[in-house]
């Protein structure tokens, strides 16, 4: 396993005075990302007045963890435990909150600092990747403007595929576990967790430590008094939590112009699972050998394609597909313009939610949602071309 220490007597090991500048670019990188992070915590979006705050004062006048016994919103209880901590600090809650969004921001980029080294042995590649991890406007503005967490999943996400890419697979499978217990977005990636099961990528005799994690995670709740049948309960009011075929998104939905049939949603999801299962078809017939460069882009494809194709989305669920967009074009620099695309459709959803930015033409932003879709798998294509071999399936 190849570990980011920078040194080594690798044959394209880095000189001394690399390591050093290297180091010097990561900490000023990581001390600019901490000050544009607290410039930007003043702000408060209508997330935080009509959701955060609210839990927050009702979990911290119940007794903090005490009151984890009752559903007080609609995500699960280890977002709860958090906020349940924080009400014990003497601390403003709308920074206290986005402090911990950002630290899991760079959790997660020293994970992609890891992945990319891993894959690709060179510190400068990963060291830019971090920088940009941390500095990708979709990330900077989930976490230190609008206070959301969808950091938190993430970053469990970055961190299982990088365990998985080390045959690490007890602590990968866990880790998933742990992000789905967060969100449950996590399951965009699950296509390709399914494709590497079936393509013997990864082991089916250790998936069990999956559900293990998750159940772990619940144990607090249910000490506290709480259910895992209402646990369960939260996941499947979620889906059906709202019933518009997108909310602020740019997806392929957008090009329906709001149409409004109550059947439409229902039938969206259908035709989501089948484009889903058509692809991962495409993946399982064709006979390849895997690689990390296949894995790291085979999970963006689906993180981009599942909240592209799945109705009632909101307008920050690109995240984790724009994070894993950034990994796959740090292996992949010719394609570093669809992270670009992703970059724009993501940020361009997000702030019409949270700084009220009307768009007059969300047919426009769908189509380069739909270009990066396209363009991923494209690049999907072609790695496993590159990798084929002869023998039949």
């Known amino acids: 396993m190849r570990t980011p220490t920078f040194i080594g007597k690798e044959k394209n090991a880095p000189t001394d005075m ?29 997330d935080m007045t009509n959701f955060l705050f609210p839990w927050f004062d009702r979990i911290k006048s ?15 209880p280890p977002y709860y435990y958090i906020l349940a901590f924080l009400t014990y600090l003497p601390f403003d809650p709308n920074r ?29 590649t990963s060291a830019v990747s971090y920088a940009m991890a941390l500095f990708l406007p979709t990330v900077v503005i989930d976490s230190s403007v609008w206070g959301q967490c ?5 970053a469990f996400i970055v961190m299982s595929l990088y365990y998985f890419l080390v045959k690490k697979e007890y602590t990968a499978y866990a880790l998933y576990g742990v992000a789905f217990s967060f969100k449950l977005q996590s399951i965009f990636v699950l296509p390709f967790i399914l494709v590497l099961l079936l393509k013997k990528g990864i082991s089916f005799k250790k998936i069990w430590a999956a559900p293990l994690a998750f159940l772990l995670m619940m144990v607090p709740a249910l000490f ?28 392929i939905y957008s090009f329906l112009g709001g149409a409004g049939y109550p059947e439409l949603p229902k039938a969206a999801v259908i035709f989501a ?28 494809f689906f993180a981009v394609l599942l909240p592209f194709v799945l109705p009632g989305m909101h307008e920050r669920y690109y995240y984790a597909g724009v994070v894993l967009t950034l990994i796959s074009a740090a292996l992949n620099k010719k394609y570093i313009y669809i992270l670009f695309i992703m970059e724009y459709v993501s940020t361009m959803s997000m702030t019409a939610f949270v700084f009220d930015n009307s768009i007059h033409d969300w047919t426009f932003i769908a189509l380069f949602a739909s270009a990066a879709v396209l363009l991923l798998f494209r690049l999907y294509d072609k790695l496993i071309k590159e990798n084929e071999v002869t023998e039949e399936v």
Do not use: W
């Open 150 to 154: 969808d950091v938190i999943y993430t």
């Open 224 to 251: 506290l008094g709480d259910s895992i049948i209402r646990i369960l309960g939260i996941y499947a009011g979620q889906t059906g939590e709202y019933g518009g075929l997108s909310m602020s998104i740019a997806n």
């Open 96 to 124: 206290s909150i986005k402090t911990v969004s950002c630290i899991f921001d760079f959790i997660m980029a020293l994970y992609v600092l890891r992945i990319v080294y891993h894959c690709t042995d060179s510190i400068r």
């Open 62 to 76: 119940n007794g903090g963890f005490l009151a984890l016994d009752e559903r007080i919103g609609d995500y699960t």
């Open 18 to 46: 690399t390591r050093i500048y290297t180091f010097i670019f990561i900490a000023l990188v990581s001390i600019f990302a901490v000050i544009i992070r607290l410039r930007l915590f003043p702000f408060v979006s209508k």
């Open 273 to 300: 699972g089948c484009v889903t299962m058509t692809f991962m078809y495409y993946m399982l017939i064709k006979n390849y050998k895997l690689n990390d460069n296949i894995i790291v882009t085979g999970m963006a």
